[in-house]
């Protein structure tokens, strides 16, 4: 083979390894609020990468990934939340927190949600219970959708809850819609309303969810306002 020709060969075979195996900017992982399917970490084998964190929290992070392993646990979620802190600069002692609490969280919401619940539902619930959300509302959101995603629903209730309506009205609210044609996007419109809402005060963003809520179940507002400019739901921050 001729020396030009292994070059592009080789220059083939690397850009179709970096479009296939894309590793995300800590400066993303470092944005305030991301999407709930932003991916800060990704490894085809799902090992920890230990040169982000000083030895005594690699090694303690190690220990917890482990201990959720043995627990049938998905660590992925767990490493995510991790290398956010690593990218945010957060002490170890505060990352090993959030991990910790997060494992727990993954733990209750398997066992609210289902074992036949995806990553992305058990994370995304794992996130609703640490936001003061009980556990019935995750089941009762999970009901709503037997026969598809509730990560939506679950980012949602959790955002809604974050902007100060009581929780028990959020739950009834996003059960009601999620039981209702093109669910997702009502739901992504539910969002963005109490999020514009809310800037005014707690009892807007309430007022502002009520109106929302009657308006989806007697037709008269369209499923298919927008959420968010990519049709996807935001996944509130970590606190």
Do not use: C
Not at 8 to 35: D, K
Not at 80 to 108: D, F, K, M, T, Y
Not at 119 to 137: C, K, P, Y
């Amino acid at each position: 083979m001729r020396p030009r020709a292994r070059t592009t060969l080789w220059l083939a075979l690397l850009l179709s390894t970096m479009i296939a195996s894309p590793v995300a900017s800590p400066l993303a992982a470092a944005s305030p609020v991301a999407s709930v399917d932003t991916v800060f970490f990704r490894d085809p084998q799902g090992q920890l990468d230990a040169t982000r964190f000083d030895t005594l929290t690699a090694n303690a992070l190690r220990l917890l990934l482990d201990e959720a392993t043995a627990n049938g646990l998905p660590t992925a979620p767990l490493i995510n939340r991790a290398l956010e802190g690593a990218a945010r600069r957060v002490g170890g002692q505060r990352i090993l927190s959030v991990v910790r609490a997060h494992a727990a969280a993954l733990a209750e919401a398997k066992s609210a949600l289902g074992e036949g619940s995806t990553v992305a539902e058990l994370d995304a619930g794992a996130t609703a219970l640490r936001s003061g959300i009980d556990a019935r509302s995750l089941t009762v959101v999970r009901g709503t959708r037997q026969n598809g995603t509730a990560v939506t629903a679950l980012v949602v209730l959790t955002d809604v809850v974050k902007r100060g309506v009581p929780a028990s009205t959020a739950r009834e609210a996003v059960a009601t819609i999620a039981r209702s044609p093109r669910s997702d996007d009502a739901l992504l419109g539910l969002q963005a309303t109490v999020a514009k809402n809310s800037q005014r005060g707690p009892g807007m963003a309430l007022e502002a969810l009520n109106r929302y809520v009657r308006g989806t179940v007697a037709g008269t507002v369209s499923p298919s306002t927008p959420g968010t400019s990519d049709r996807k739901p935001v996944r509130p921050p970590d606190s």
